[in-house]
């Protein structure tokens, strides 16, 4: 059997938020049934249940090494915090941390299919009769005619709003090329809002609008982002707005972390991601940053560093001429001035 399976969601706003978080951890569960020793999930900010909570039900029934993955789209910071109080709770714990699922390939695949069926199947948002003689004769709106925002739950970290805007470059490259553009709004904490961000698009030429949430799950937020959309397109009715649903509870996502799941385990060491070297000292990095490499040169370099160590003890300190020798040795070499004319 494998090692158990944690998902670790940021936080959820509300109910709905928590609950379509626990369905999907139930869905994993049932398609690792007999594949992984256990499947568990928490929240690492807000909600239940907690990360803490989670990591010491699975410790008590006798799971003390599994594989943790983020189930979020934006920070971790909170995520790993929270996994390092959960190691000092419980001192045999052992895991090997995963990618999450920003800007990669399959969420923005899954991102696309939602795009599409936003364009396909979702009515615009607006109060206008569908018998209104101007919507009647309305000229098709072409592709190059509709524009995507993007929109992200915003931060006052300017380093986590530049992931989303690079989100957005990357989705309109690989999944709207021949879209008019895809730009990028937020919920809070950042301008632009979702209002500025259509009119953006609309100033730009577009005729249809399509608001893109950049969220895994439905609640709170969710229901921000469309009101916010609804009121724009009241007072913009030539304007076809219309809004795309969350990645959400589907099988496509489960696919995404079960392959996540046997890629981190094929890449982590067995005692979790970790490197105990010869000072009992403790390093923690990414999985799969070619580890086996890096361990030879750390060990290499230590060893070293105590053979020299051993040696210098009782050695007098070096005379002037000396020191001189070993600041020539550290200073880089000058390049050879080259004769004019050669290559």
């Not at 364009?119 to 995507?148: G, I, K, N, Q």
């Not at 992931?163 to 957005?168: E, L, Q, Y």
């Not at 940053?289 to 230590?302: C, F, K, M, Q, R």
Request: hydrophobic letters at 45%; aromatic letters at 4%; charged letters at 25%.
């Amino acid at each position: 059997m494998k090692p158990s399976l944690l998902l670790i969601g940021h936080g959820a706003h509300d109910d709905t938020g928590a609950a379509e978080f626990g369905r999907f951890v139930h869905r994993l569960r049932c398609r690792l049934d007999g594949v992984a020793a256990d499947v568990s999930g928490g929240f690492a900010a807000r909600g239940r249940p907690s990360l803490g909570d989670s990591v010491a039900s699975l410790v008590a029934r006798g799971h003390h090494r599994m594989v943790a993955l983020p189930l979020t789209l934006g920070d971790e910071a909170a995520i790993t915090a929270a996994l390092a109080r959960a190691r000092v709770a419980h001192p045999t714990l052992t895991y090997d941390y995963g990618q999450s699922l920003a800007a990669s390939p399959g969420a923005l695949a899954l991102m696309g299919e939602r795009l599409a069926d936003a364009l396909a199947e979702m009515p615009r948002l607006t109060a206008v009769s569908p018998a209104d003689d101007h919507e009647a004769h309305r000229e098709p709106v072409t592709p190059a005619e509709t524009a995507v925002v993007l929109v992200g739950h915003g931060s006052s970290d300017a380093a986590a709003n530049a992931d989303v805007h690079r989100v957005s470059r990357l989705f309109w490259e690989t999944h709207a090329p021949g879209l008019l553009t895809v730009e990028t709004a937020y919920v809070s904490d950042a301008p632009p809002s979702v209002a500025q961000g259509i009119e953006r698009c609309r100033r730009l030429g577009a005729k249809r609008v399509v608001v893109l949430p950049y969220l895994l799950f439905a609640g709170a937020v969710l229901e921000r982002i469309w009101a916010e959309a609804l009121a724009y397109a009241a007072g913009h009715i030539d304007l076809d707005v219309r809004c795309a649903e969350v990645i959400g509870d589907c099988e496509g996502l489960a696919d995404l972390i079960i392959e996540r799941y046997e890629r981190t385990l094929t890449a982590g060491e067995p005692e979790g991601d970790r490197l105990e070297v010869s000072f009992g000292a403790t390093l923690e990095g990414p999985v799969g940053a070619e580890p086996v490499e890096d361990v030879e040169t750390l060990e290499g370099v230590l060893e070293e560093v105590e053979s020299l160590t051993d040696a210098l003890d009782g050695v007098e300190p070096l005379e002037p001429a000396g020191q001189d020798v070993l600041r020539a040795r550290r200073t880089p070499r000058e390049r050879p001035a080259m004769a004019e004319g050669r290559v």
